[in-house]
Protein backbone atom coordinates (compact mmCIF):
# COMPACT_ATOMS: atom_id res chain seq x y z
CA UNK A 1 0.00 0.00 0.00
CA UNK A 2 1.68 3.39 -1.02
CA UNK A 3 0.92 6.38 1.51
CA UNK A 4 -0.04 9.54 -1.33
CA UNK A 5 -1.22 11.73 1.06
CA UNK A 6 -0.68 13.14 4.92
CA UNK A 7 -3.34 11.25 7.21
CA UNK A 8 -4.10 11.41 10.68
CA UNK A 9 -5.60 8.71 13.15
CA UNK A 10 -6.02 8.34 17.03
CA UNK A 11 -6.14 10.61 19.56
CA UNK A 12 -3.76 11.88 22.78
CA UNK A 13 -6.06 10.79 25.25
CA UNK A 14 -4.36 8.39 28.08
CA UNK A 15 -4.65 4.58 26.51
CA UNK A 16 -4.19 5.83 23.30
CA UNK A 17 -2.09 6.53 20.48
CA UNK A 18 -2.10 9.47 17.83
CA UNK A 19 -0.48 7.99 14.55
CA UNK A 20 0.34 10.17 11.67
CA UNK A 21 1.28 9.25 8.14
CA UNK A 22 3.36 10.98 4.94
CA UNK A 23 3.89 10.56 1.63
CA UNK A 24 8.31 10.04 1.98
CA UNK A 25 10.01 12.50 -0.11
CA UNK A 26 12.76 9.80 -1.01
CA UNK A 27 10.62 7.03 -0.83
CA UNK A 28 12.16 5.74 2.45
CA UNK A 29 10.38 4.25 5.50
CA UNK A 30 11.16 5.60 8.78
CA UNK A 31 9.07 5.45 11.98
CA UNK A 32 9.32 7.81 14.60
CA UNK A 33 7.90 6.66 17.77
CA UNK A 34 7.37 8.33 21.26
CA UNK A 35 5.38 6.99 24.10
CA UNK A 36 5.14 7.20 27.72
CA UNK A 37 6.09 3.48 28.49
CA UNK A 38 9.13 3.69 25.83
CA UNK A 39 11.49 2.15 28.73
CA UNK A 40 9.88 -0.82 29.21
CA UNK A 41 7.31 -1.69 26.23
CA UNK A 42 9.34 0.79 23.20
CA UNK A 43 10.64 -2.27 21.33
CA UNK A 44 7.25 -4.23 21.32
CA UNK A 45 5.90 -1.03 20.55
CA UNK A 46 7.75 -0.83 17.66
CA UNK A 47 7.43 -4.87 16.73
CA UNK A 48 3.71 -3.94 16.13
CA UNK A 49 4.38 -1.35 14.24
CA UNK A 50 6.33 -2.84 11.54
CA UNK A 51 4.74 -5.73 11.98
CA UNK A 52 1.23 -4.25 10.95
CA UNK A 53 3.19 -2.20 8.41
CA UNK A 54 4.37 -4.86 6.54
CA UNK A 55 1.38 -6.76 6.57
CA UNK A 56 -0.44 -3.26 4.89
CA UNK A 57 2.66 -3.88 2.56
CA UNK A 58 3.91 0.19 3.28
CA UNK A 59 7.76 0.69 1.72
CA UNK A 60 7.89 4.10 2.30
CA UNK A 61 6.45 7.29 4.40
CA UNK A 62 6.78 8.99 7.38
CA UNK A 63 4.87 7.68 10.35
CA UNK A 64 5.29 9.64 13.38
CA UNK A 65 3.51 7.95 16.69
CA UNK A 66 2.92 9.43 20.20
CA UNK A 67 1.79 6.69 22.30
CA UNK A 68 -0.63 7.29 25.48
CA UNK A 69 0.73 3.81 26.88
CA UNK A 70 -2.17 1.87 24.24
CA UNK A 71 -2.65 -1.62 23.99
CA UNK A 72 -1.38 -3.14 21.03
CA UNK A 73 -4.68 -3.77 19.50
CA UNK A 74 -5.25 -0.36 19.52
CA UNK A 75 -1.40 0.65 18.18
CA UNK A 76 -2.60 -2.21 15.50
CA UNK A 77 -6.18 -0.40 14.68
CA UNK A 78 -4.79 3.26 14.62
CA UNK A 79 -2.04 2.22 12.53
CA UNK A 80 -3.97 0.70 9.97
CA UNK A 81 -6.80 3.42 10.20
CA UNK A 82 -3.64 6.05 9.74
CA UNK A 83 -2.29 4.04 6.49
CA UNK A 84 -5.47 3.21 5.57
CA UNK A 85 -6.70 6.91 5.22
CA UNK A 86 -2.96 7.74 4.10
CA UNK A 87 -3.08 5.53 1.07
CA UNK A 88 -6.77 6.41 -0.09
CA UNK A 89 -7.94 3.16 -0.39
CA UNK A 90 -11.11 2.34 -2.26
CA UNK A 91 -10.82 -1.34 -1.43
CA UNK A 92 -10.39 -2.82 1.58
CA UNK A 93 -8.32 -6.27 1.51
CA UNK A 94 -9.86 -7.14 4.95
CA UNK A 95 -7.50 -10.35 5.73
CA UNK A 96 -4.63 -8.43 5.55
CA UNK A 97 -6.47 -6.64 8.59
CA UNK A 98 -6.61 -9.22 10.51
CA UNK B 1 -17.10 16.15 35.24
CA UNK B 2 -16.61 15.69 31.47
CA UNK B 3 -19.90 14.49 30.75
CA UNK B 4 -21.33 18.21 31.40
CA UNK B 5 -18.91 19.75 28.65
CA UNK B 6 -20.07 20.56 25.69
CA UNK B 7 -17.50 21.20 22.50
CA UNK B 8 -18.14 23.27 19.43
CA UNK B 9 -16.95 25.30 17.13
CA UNK B 10 -17.07 29.17 16.61
CA UNK B 11 -16.14 30.84 12.85
CA UNK B 12 -15.31 34.78 13.95
CA UNK B 13 -16.68 36.05 10.59
CA UNK B 14 -19.79 34.77 11.07
CA UNK B 15 -20.84 34.16 14.64
CA UNK B 16 -20.34 37.55 16.23
CA UNK B 17 -21.72 36.94 19.34
CA UNK B 18 -19.63 33.79 20.33
CA UNK B 19 -16.74 35.61 19.29
CA UNK B 20 -17.40 38.35 22.44
CA UNK B 21 -17.15 35.44 25.08
CA UNK B 22 -14.06 34.13 23.43
CA UNK B 23 -12.30 37.72 23.43
CA UNK B 24 -13.63 38.49 27.17
CA UNK B 25 -12.19 34.83 28.01
CA UNK B 26 -8.82 35.66 26.23
CA UNK B 27 -8.47 38.85 28.19
CA UNK B 28 -9.11 37.11 31.46
CA UNK B 29 -6.25 34.95 30.79
CA UNK B 30 -4.50 38.28 29.51
CA UNK B 31 -4.15 37.38 25.96
CA UNK B 32 -5.64 38.87 22.73
CA UNK B 33 -7.35 38.06 20.29
CA UNK B 34 -6.23 37.31 17.06
CA UNK B 35 -7.91 38.83 13.96
CA UNK B 36 -6.64 36.08 11.53
CA UNK B 37 -7.94 33.12 13.32
CA UNK B 38 -10.22 30.98 11.00
CA UNK B 39 -12.32 28.97 13.59
CA UNK B 40 -11.85 28.21 17.61
CA UNK B 41 -12.65 25.42 19.08
CA UNK B 42 -15.11 26.38 22.25
CA UNK B 43 -15.99 24.37 25.05
CA UNK B 44 -19.06 25.49 27.39
CA UNK B 45 -20.30 23.95 30.58
CA UNK B 46 -23.69 24.89 31.57
CA UNK B 47 -24.04 27.46 28.69
CA UNK B 48 -20.89 29.49 29.87
CA UNK B 49 -17.84 29.46 28.11
CA UNK B 50 -14.72 27.72 29.80
CA UNK B 51 -12.14 26.95 26.91
CA UNK B 52 -10.93 27.91 23.51
CA UNK B 53 -8.37 27.65 20.93
CA UNK B 54 -7.88 29.08 17.97
CA UNK B 55 -6.70 27.89 14.40
CA UNK B 56 -5.27 30.15 11.50
CA UNK B 57 -3.94 28.08 9.04
CA UNK B 58 -1.76 25.72 10.35
CA UNK B 59 -0.75 27.28 13.34
CA UNK B 60 -2.67 26.91 16.71
CA UNK B 61 -3.22 30.42 18.71
CA UNK B 62 -5.41 31.98 21.49
CA UNK B 63 -5.60 28.94 23.43
CA UNK B 64 -7.17 29.72 26.92
CA UNK B 65 -8.91 27.77 29.56
CA UNK B 66 -10.69 29.62 32.43
CA UNK B 67 -8.24 29.45 36.03
CA UNK B 68 -10.92 26.87 37.81
CA UNK B 69 -10.68 24.56 34.65
CA UNK B 70 -7.22 24.14 34.22
CA UNK B 71 -6.10 20.28 34.44
CA UNK B 72 -4.50 17.80 31.94
CA UNK B 73 -7.79 16.49 30.96
CA UNK B 74 -9.56 19.30 29.73
CA UNK B 75 -6.37 21.31 27.61
CA UNK B 76 -5.38 17.60 26.55
CA UNK B 77 -9.13 17.09 24.61
CA UNK B 78 -9.02 20.75 23.36
CA UNK B 79 -5.67 20.15 21.70
CA UNK B 80 -7.22 17.06 20.29
CA UNK B 81 -10.17 18.45 19.12
CA UNK B 82 -8.25 21.40 17.27
CA UNK B 83 -5.59 19.04 16.20
CA UNK B 84 -8.69 16.72 14.46
CA UNK B 85 -9.99 20.24 12.85
CA UNK B 86 -7.18 21.04 11.07
CA UNK B 87 -6.76 17.79 9.76
CA UNK B 88 -10.23 18.21 7.99
CA UNK B 89 -9.30 21.24 6.97
CA UNK B 90 -5.77 19.61 4.96
CA UNK B 91 -3.46 20.74 8.23
CA UNK B 92 -1.60 18.06 8.94
CA UNK B 93 1.97 20.04 9.64
CA UNK B 94 0.58 22.35 12.73
CA UNK B 95 2.59 24.88 14.58
CA UNK B 96 1.79 26.35 18.28
CA UNK B 97 2.67 29.64 19.99
CA UNK B 98 2.72 29.56 23.79
CA UNK B 99 4.34 30.97 26.99
CA UNK B 100 7.41 29.33 27.94
CA UNK B 101 5.48 27.96 31.32
CA UNK B 102 3.19 26.27 29.24
CA UNK B 103 6.03 24.45 27.11
CA UNK B 104 5.45 21.29 29.02
CA UNK B 105 1.97 20.61 28.58
CA UNK B 106 2.56 20.83 25.20
CA UNK B 107 5.03 18.96 24.84
CA UNK B 108 2.61 16.00 26.06
CA UNK B 109 0.33 17.09 23.07
CA UNK B 110 3.14 15.74 20.85
CA UNK B 111 4.49 19.34 20.10
CA UNK B 112 8.43 19.70 20.02
CA UNK B 113 9.83 22.56 20.52
CA UNK B 114 11.78 24.71 17.69
CA UNK B 115 12.77 27.84 19.45
CA UNK B 116 11.93 29.79 22.66
CA UNK B 117 12.31 33.68 22.88
CA UNK B 118 13.64 33.23 27.26
CA UNK B 119 10.59 34.85 29.17
CA UNK B 120 8.39 35.45 25.86
CA UNK B 121 7.13 32.62 23.89
CA UNK B 122 7.76 29.63 22.00
CA UNK B 123 7.18 28.38 18.86
CA UNK B 124 6.54 24.54 18.78
CA UNK B 125 5.39 22.33 15.64
CA UNK B 126 3.77 18.53 15.85
CA UNK B 127 6.32 16.85 14.82
CA UNK B 128 9.96 15.03 15.87
CA UNK B 129 11.65 15.71 12.84
CA UNK B 130 10.05 19.02 10.98
CA UNK B 131 12.89 20.79 10.81
CA UNK B 132 15.69 18.30 11.63
CA UNK B 133 14.58 16.81 8.28
CA UNK B 134 14.47 19.94 6.74
CA UNK B 135 17.99 20.52 7.38
CA UNK B 136 19.09 16.97 6.18
CA UNK B 137 17.61 18.13 2.97
CA UNK B 138 19.58 21.69 3.18
CA UNK B 139 22.92 19.54 4.21
CA UNK B 140 22.74 17.89 0.82
CA UNK B 141 23.10 21.37 -0.72
CA UNK B 142 26.23 22.53 1.43
CA UNK B 143 29.14 23.88 -1.22
CA UNK B 144 32.66 23.62 -0.28
CA UNK B 145 33.59 27.37 1.23
CA UNK B 146 35.23 29.15 3.90
CA UNK B 147 33.12 32.75 4.04
CA UNK B 148 29.42 30.94 3.28
CA UNK B 149 26.76 34.47 2.97
CA UNK B 150 22.84 34.24 3.17
CA UNK B 151 20.20 36.54 1.62
CA UNK B 152 16.31 35.93 2.49
CA UNK B 153 14.81 37.91 -0.04
CA UNK B 154 10.75 38.43 -0.73
CA UNK B 155 11.54 39.94 -4.13
CA UNK B 156 8.47 41.29 -4.80
CA UNK B 157 9.49 41.97 -7.48
CA UNK B 158 13.00 41.03 -8.23
CA UNK B 159 14.77 44.26 -9.02
CA UNK B 160 18.35 45.83 -9.81
CA UNK B 161 18.60 46.08 -5.96
CA UNK B 162 18.21 42.96 -5.15
CA UNK B 163 20.73 41.96 -7.83
CA UNK B 164 23.29 44.19 -6.87
CA UNK B 165 23.08 43.40 -3.28
CA UNK B 166 23.04 39.40 -4.51
CA UNK B 167 26.96 40.51 -6.81
CA UNK B 168 28.16 42.38 -3.65
CA UNK B 169 27.66 39.67 -1.33
CA UNK B 170 28.66 37.09 -3.84
CA UNK B 171 31.57 39.13 -4.54
CA UNK B 172 32.22 38.86 -0.81
CA UNK B 173 31.94 35.27 -0.21
CA UNK B 174 33.23 31.69 -1.48
CA UNK B 175 29.73 30.99 -1.39
CA UNK B 176 25.98 32.56 -1.27
CA UNK B 177 22.65 30.79 -0.65
CA UNK B 178 19.30 33.12 -1.83
CA UNK B 179 16.30 32.38 -0.38
CA UNK B 180 13.24 33.03 -1.72
CA UNK B 181 10.65 34.28 0.79
CA UNK B 182 7.65 30.70 0.20
CA UNK B 183 4.57 32.17 2.06
CA UNK B 184 2.16 33.59 -1.14
CA UNK B 185 0.81 36.55 0.14
CA UNK B 186 2.73 39.25 -1.23
CA UNK B 187 1.13 40.87 -4.93
CA UNK B 188 3.46 38.86 -6.51
CA UNK B 189 2.32 34.95 -6.38
CA UNK B 190 5.44 32.45 -4.64
CA UNK B 191 6.38 30.73 -8.34
CA UNK B 192 6.61 34.26 -10.26
CA UNK B 193 9.11 35.96 -7.82
CA UNK B 194 10.93 32.52 -7.76
CA UNK B 195 11.85 32.24 -11.44
CA UNK B 196 11.99 36.36 -11.35
CA UNK B 197 14.97 36.05 -8.98
CA UNK B 198 16.55 32.64 -11.12
CA UNK B 199 16.42 34.86 -14.08
CA UNK B 200 17.84 37.87 -12.68
CA UNK B 201 20.12 36.15 -10.61
CA UNK B 202 21.90 34.27 -13.74
CA UNK B 203 25.27 34.71 -14.24
CA UNK B 204 26.75 34.91 -11.07
CA UNK B 205 28.73 31.14 -11.00
CA UNK B 206 29.15 31.23 -6.78
CA UNK B 207 25.10 30.92 -5.75
CA UNK B 208 22.36 28.61 -5.25
CA UNK B 209 18.82 30.10 -5.21
CA UNK B 210 16.84 28.14 -2.85
CA UNK B 211 12.68 27.93 -2.05
CA UNK B 212 11.59 29.14 1.61
CA UNK B 213 10.08 27.15 3.61
CA UNK B 214 7.64 27.01 6.56
CA UNK B 215 10.93 27.84 9.06
CA UNK B 216 11.51 30.89 7.34
CA UNK B 217 10.26 34.35 7.27
CA UNK B 218 6.44 32.36 7.16
CA UNK B 219 3.31 33.00 8.69
CA UNK B 220 3.99 30.37 11.16
CA UNK B 221 7.58 32.34 12.30
CA UNK B 222 6.95 35.82 11.23
CA UNK B 223 3.68 36.48 11.30
CA UNK B 224 3.39 40.17 11.91
CA UNK B 225 5.90 40.71 8.74
CA UNK B 226 3.24 39.82 6.37
CA UNK B 227 0.82 42.67 8.38
CA UNK B 228 3.82 45.58 7.75
CA UNK B 229 1.28 47.71 5.54
CA UNK B 230 -0.29 47.95 8.68
CA UNK B 231 2.96 49.00 10.35
CA UNK B 232 2.75 46.42 13.07
CA UNK B 233 5.96 44.72 14.60
CA UNK B 234 6.19 42.51 17.02
CA UNK B 235 9.78 41.98 17.97
CA UNK B 236 9.37 38.62 19.79
CA UNK B 237 8.55 37.31 15.92
CA UNK B 238 11.39 38.61 14.66
CA UNK B 239 13.41 37.03 17.29
CA UNK B 240 11.70 33.46 16.71
CA UNK B 241 12.43 33.36 13.20
CA UNK B 242 16.08 34.84 13.50
CA UNK B 243 16.75 32.55 15.92
CA UNK B 244 15.61 29.40 13.57
CA UNK B 245 17.65 30.73 11.09
CA UNK B 246 21.03 31.12 13.95
CA UNK B 247 20.03 27.58 15.11
CA UNK B 248 19.08 25.76 12.14
CA UNK B 249 19.13 26.85 9.05
CA UNK B 250 22.75 28.25 8.75
CA UNK B 251 24.62 25.45 10.65
CA UNK B 252 23.00 23.38 8.48
CA UNK B 253 24.33 25.28 5.32
CA UNK B 254 27.85 26.62 6.96
CA UNK B 255 26.19 30.18 6.65
CA UNK B 256 28.73 32.68 8.53
CA UNK B 257 27.34 35.72 7.28
CA UNK B 258 24.03 37.37 6.48
CA UNK B 259 23.89 39.94 3.77
CA UNK B 260 20.97 42.60 4.02
CA UNK B 261 19.91 46.13 2.30
CA UNK B 262 19.99 48.87 4.21
CA UNK B 263 16.17 49.93 4.51
CA UNK B 264 14.95 53.48 3.96
CA UNK B 265 11.24 52.94 3.72
CA UNK B 266 9.60 49.87 4.94
CA UNK B 267 9.55 50.25 9.22
CA UNK B 268 8.82 46.66 9.50
CA UNK B 269 11.94 45.15 7.06
CA UNK B 270 14.45 48.61 9.35
CA UNK B 271 12.94 46.81 12.39
CA UNK B 272 13.80 43.36 11.43
CA UNK B 273 17.13 44.50 9.75
CA UNK B 274 18.02 45.91 13.41
CA UNK B 275 16.83 42.76 15.32
CA UNK B 276 18.80 40.88 13.13
CA UNK B 277 21.93 41.84 14.21
CA UNK B 278 21.11 41.31 18.14
CA UNK B 279 19.49 37.90 17.52
CA UNK B 280 22.24 36.79 15.09
CA UNK B 281 25.11 38.11 16.02
CA UNK B 282 25.12 39.96 19.96
CA UNK B 283 22.56 37.47 21.75
CA UNK B 284 23.93 34.55 23.38
CA UNK B 285 23.21 31.16 22.30
CA UNK B 286 24.59 27.98 22.06
CA UNK B 287 24.61 28.05 18.31
CA UNK B 288 27.81 30.20 16.46
CA UNK B 289 26.97 33.71 16.05
CA UNK B 290 26.31 35.25 12.23
CA UNK B 291 27.60 38.20 11.05
CA UNK B 292 25.12 40.89 9.84
CA UNK B 293 26.51 42.49 6.67
CA UNK B 294 24.44 45.58 5.85
CA UNK B 295 25.09 47.33 2.73
CA UNK B 296 23.69 50.24 1.49
CA UNK B 297 21.26 50.07 -1.12
CA UNK B 298 21.22 50.60 -4.90
CA UNK B 299 20.59 54.06 -5.73
CA UNK B 300 19.22 54.87 -9.53
CA UNK B 301 19.13 58.52 -10.68
CA UNK B 302 18.92 59.59 -7.22
CA UNK B 303 16.70 57.19 -5.79
CA UNK B 304 16.97 53.87 -3.83
CA UNK B 305 16.02 51.23 -5.84
CA UNK B 306 12.87 49.09 -3.93
CA UNK B 307 10.63 46.81 -4.95
CA UNK B 308 7.72 48.64 -3.13
CA UNK B 309 8.28 51.72 -5.19
CA UNK B 310 8.39 49.20 -8.53
CA UNK B 311 4.84 48.42 -7.34
CA UNK B 312 3.81 51.64 -6.47
CA UNK B 313 4.86 52.61 -10.24
CA UNK B 314 3.43 49.75 -11.76
CA UNK B 315 -0.35 50.74 -10.13
CA UNK B 316 0.14 53.92 -12.17
CA UNK B 317 1.59 51.59 -15.30
CA UNK B 318 4.47 53.87 -15.30
CA UNK B 319 6.67 51.24 -17.15
CA UNK B 320 9.31 53.94 -18.64
CA UNK B 321 10.19 54.56 -15.01
CA UNK B 322 9.91 50.67 -13.48
CA UNK B 323 12.61 49.96 -16.99
CA UNK B 324 15.16 51.62 -14.42
CA UNK B 325 15.00 50.03 -11.66
CA UNK B 326 14.40 45.97 -12.43
CA UNK B 327 16.10 43.91 -14.93
CA UNK B 328 14.78 42.67 -18.49
CA UNK B 329 13.21 39.77 -17.20
CA UNK B 330 11.35 41.53 -14.76
CA UNK B 331 9.75 44.24 -16.74
CA UNK B 332 8.99 41.40 -19.55
CA UNK B 333 6.80 39.84 -16.84
CA UNK B 334 5.06 43.09 -15.63
CA UNK B 335 4.71 44.26 -19.31
CA UNK B 336 3.18 40.72 -20.41
CA UNK B 337 1.07 40.23 -16.88
CA UNK B 338 0.75 43.32 -15.61
CA UNK B 339 0.26 45.66 -17.88
CA UNK B 340 -3.37 46.97 -19.20
CA UNK B 341 -2.30 47.01 -22.62
CA UNK B 342 0.29 44.58 -23.15
CA UNK B 343 0.81 44.20 -27.30
CA UNK B 344 1.97 48.00 -27.74
CA UNK B 345 3.97 48.11 -24.40
CA UNK B 346 5.89 45.31 -25.11
CA UNK B 347 6.74 46.53 -28.75
CA UNK B 348 8.41 49.51 -26.46
CA UNK B 349 10.01 48.30 -23.89
CA UNK B 350 10.75 44.81 -24.76
Known sequence: ?98 | MSETMEFDTVSPASQPEALAAIRQLLADCQLELDSKIDVFVVVYRQGSLIACAGLSGNIIKCVAIAPQWRGESLSLQLVNEVVQIAAERGHFHLFLYTKPENQRFFTGCGFYTLVEVPGHVVLMENTPVGIQHYCQRLRMLRQPSNKTGCIVMNANPFTLGHRYLAEQAAAACDWLHVFVVREDVSFFPYAQRYELVTQGLGGIPNLTVHHGSEYMISRATFPSYFLKDKGIVDSCHTAIDLLLFRDYIAPALGISHRFIGTEPFCPVTNKYNEDMKQWLQHAHCPAPAIEVVELSRHVRNGQPVSASRVRRLLSRQDFNAIQALVPPSTLQLLLSEYAAEPAPALERYG
Open chain 1, 1 to 98: MKIIKPALAGTLESSDLQVKVAPSPDDTLEVVLSSEVIKQFGQQIRRVVDDTLARLEVKAGLIIIEDKGALDCAIRARVQAAVLRGAACEHIDWEKLS
